[in-house]
């Protein structure tokens, strides 16, 4: 049995991993940086955390055969970060989005996939274009801060995904870290 704490700030338990998790990454966001500074830095933090059995407890593993799963481990009550477990079955995926603030995430479990794009304006309109496919092992963490953060996220492997995402914003008052949906191009 995995010991756990409370975290007085949304009134849910976490492990006492997550709370050292969380306790440097408010270390690391009171510092003041920049987005982009941030992000890195906070990359450093969870890549020491990742790949720790003990982070997650065992009902923040679980996932939906619907759709990827979000747990929300922590949300800093001044609204200036969120630590989110996501859970993916095989096959699920986010649609292609972009976020409202700097994001890190660092895969605990199994592998993701991701495709990136970028936003090219075209006369009134503009389109997508793929730039990079990505495939995210186990330990590994990307950051980034808009704008040029529109991608989507797949586990294409044949078992459980989990993912450790970092977010700047209150998830919990927002509801999600997703800033806008895209149509994914055609012919994808």
Do not use: K
């Amino acid at each position: 049995m995995t010991a756990t704490v409370a975290d007085p700030t949304r009134g849910t338990s976490v492990t006492p991993l997550t709370a050292a998790l969380i306790a440097d990454v408010r270390a690391v966001v009171a510092r003041g940086v920049s987005p982009e500074r941030t992000a890195d830095l906070v990359a450093d933090v969870l890549r020491a955390y990742l790949t720790h059995p003990s982070l997650l407890m065992a009902d923040q593993r679980v996932g939906s055969a619907d759709h990827y799963t979000q747990h929300v481990l922590h949300a800093e009550p001044d609204g200036s970060f969120s630590v989110v477990a996501l859970v993916w079955l095989p096959g699920q995926c986010t649609p292609v989005h972009d976020h409202v603030s700097w994001c890190v995430a660092g895969v605990h479990q199994g592998e993701e996939s991701e495709r990136r794009y970028r936003l090219v304006p075209e006369g009134a309109a503009s389109r997508l274009v793929a730039t990079e496919d990505v495939t995210n092992l186990l330990g590994s963490v990307c950051g980034f801060a808009p704008p040029g953060d529109i991608h989507e996220v797949r586990n294409c492997g044949a078992g459980t995904a989990i993912s450790i995402h970092v977010y700047g914003a209150d998830v919990v008052r927002l509801g999600s870290s997703v800033r806008r949906v895209y149509e994914r191009p055609a012919g994808e």
